[in-house]
């Protein structure tokens, strides 16, 4: 079986091994290397659950000829720093000779539209991945519609400014794959505010740290930070997320620059001790206002049981 592609990237001649294994642009090797083995257990005939043998046989196509090449493209550093550049370049070079576009499904509308399009297209990605190769007969699909994605997001990190609500509906529209659409464009309401996004980052944040899942929470965070750098919480809480990484000067960068902010940041001013005790050496102008009646813990503000409260504790990653 031959596979062919026209929509997205592949429109212009390029083979989108992203959208293969419906990983961000931006994804790193141990991500990608992750998905790949998801996807592959999937598709291999010794683990494939399909119930024919015409499924079986498709499901061993898409990988040989569609997963396999992807994941060999870039789980390399040189291959997938190539392949890279490449698709910045083609970013650049749309949107500069504002090339148009029809968008046929509205998660990739959206996408084009709002102020927020890295939040939306991350969301939409990692939706669509859960139910991406459930059905092989509609694969297919479902990767023109990922390539739709990366089109718009290279489009836009390259200053692309598309038309609100200007893009056609077309005949091309996936109706084979509308509730996996449905799904990933529920991740982001149009009219959600920054605030609240900003929000959404720093409770998933707070959830994946109180599982001591650092890296993931760190992640969120400078996701909040991009949208709002101003954000003494999120300073504060990335500062702890480094600390407990044993990074102890970027921690204090970023507690310094919640101070900056809010100098009443009861988490920096905690952490700012923390330091102290930890380097034997008191920063200039930190003061511990800790209430007595805490015993010296940090009060807990969330509501969510005592998050805060052991905020500094457990094992350090």
Do not use: W
């Not at 141990?30 to 592959?40: F, G, H, Q, S, V």
């Not at 598309?162 to 991740?187: D, G, N």
């Not at 909040?224 to 960068?253: D, F, G, M, W």
Request: glycine residues 6%; hydrophobic residues 35%.
């Amino acid at each position: 079986m031959s596979f062919k592609f026209n929509r997205g990237l592949f429109k212009y001649d390029f083979i989108d091994h992203h959208a293969v294994l419906c990983v961000p642009v931006d994804a790193d090797i141990k991500d990608i290397r992750k998905r790949y083995l998801k996807i592959a257990r999937h598709l291999h005939p010794d683990s494939c659950v399909a119930q024919s043998d015409i499924e079986k046989q498709l499901a061993n196509e898409l990988l040989s000829k569609l997963v396999n090449p992807a994941y060999e493209k870039l789980s390399h550093e040189k291959t997938r720093t190539e392949y890279i550049l490449v698709l910045s370049h083609m970013g650049k070079r749309l949107a500069q000779e504002s090339v148009s576009v029809d968008l046929s499904t509205d998660v990739a509308r959206q996408l084009a539209s709002s102020p927020h399009f890295d939040h939306i297209y991350k969301s939409a990605i990692a939706k669509i991945a859960e139910t991406q190769y459930d059905s092989f007969q509609k694969a297919q699909n479902i990767i023109a519609l990922i390539s739709e994605l990366n089109l718009v997001y290279i489009m836009r990190s390259a200053g692309k400014l598309f038309a609100a609500a200007s893009q056609p509906v077309t005949k091309s529209t996936i109706s084979t794959s509308q509730s996996t659409v449905q799904q990933a464009s529920a991740t982001q309401p149009p009219t959600q505010t920054e605030e609240s996004i900003v929000l959404q980052y720093i409770r998933r944040a707070q959830e994946l740290m109180a599982k001591n899942q650092l890296t993931q929470a760190r992640v969120e965070l400078q996701y909040a930070l991009k949208l709002e750098p101003n954000n003494s919480r999120c300073h504060s809480l990335i500062a702890v997320v480094y600390l407990k990484q044993n990074l102890t000067t970027t921690a204090k960068v970023h507690f310094d620059r919640a101070l900056q902010l809010d100098p009443k940041n009861q988490i920096a001013l905690e952490g700012k001790r923390r330091i102290e005790q930890m380097t034997g050496h008191k920063p200039s102008g930190a003061k511990h206002t800790a209430s007595p009646n805490t015993g010296g813990q940090l009060p807990d503000k969330s509501g969510g049981g005592g998050l805060f409260g052991g905020l500094f504790g457990g094992k350090k990653k």
